[in-house]
């Protein structure tokens, strides 16, 4: 599998706007912003799509949640959407697995 954009931001070979980084994940911060703060929180192990996932990626996709709550508390928010765009029909522009965690502003619903 050809290398994302992300596992090449993971290897320092592009530069981001680092929010956080530990042994199984990076935050980034979104070059294209949907909210006053929209981070990135990507598996540093390169999955594709939820569609590619394992029961074995059960603790790893739960930890991306856990971190999302973790960085919200830390910027002072409690309110925020987190989202999940698999394949290309739902906007997924990076075949990555990454959780977008927005927070900043109104959210209505149904998105988008």
Same mark, same amino acid.
């Given at each position: 599998m050809?290398?994302? @954009?992300?596992? *090449? @931001?993971i290897?320092? =070979?592009?530069? #981001?706007?680092?929010?956080?980084?530990?042994? /199984?994940?990076? &935050?980034? +911060?979104?070059?294209n912003? #949907? #909210?006053?703060? +929209?981070l !990135? &929180? @990507?598996? =540093?192990?390169? @999955?594709?799509?939820?569609?590619? $996932?394992?029961?074995?990626?059960?603790?790893?996709?739960?930890?991306?949640? &856990?971190?999302?709550?973790?960085?919200m508390?830390?910027? %002072?928010?409690?309110?925020? /959407?987190?989202?999940?765009n698999? %394949? #290309? %029909?739902a906007?997924q522009?990076v075949? +990555? !697995?990454h959780?977008? &965690? $927005?927070? %900043? /502003? *109104?959210?209505t619903?149904?998105?988008?």
């Open positions: 050809e290398d994302s @954009i992300f596992t *090449k @931001i290897q320092k =070979k592009i530069p #981001a706007k680092l929010a956080y980084e530990e042994e /199984r994940y990076i &935050v980034i +911060h979104d070059i912003p #949907a #909210a006053p703060v +929209h !990135l &929180v @990507i598996t =540093k192990r390169q @999955i594709p799509t939820l569609n590619d $996932l394992e029961p074995g990626d059960a603790e790893l996709v739960g930890g991306m949640f &856990v971190l999302a709550k973790k960085l508390a830390e910027l %002072g928010h409690q309110d925020y /959407r987190t989202v999940f698999c %394949g #290309a %029909g906007q522009s075949f +990555h !697995l959780l977008h &965690v $927005l927070a %900043g /502003r *109104k959210f619903w149904p998105p988008g």
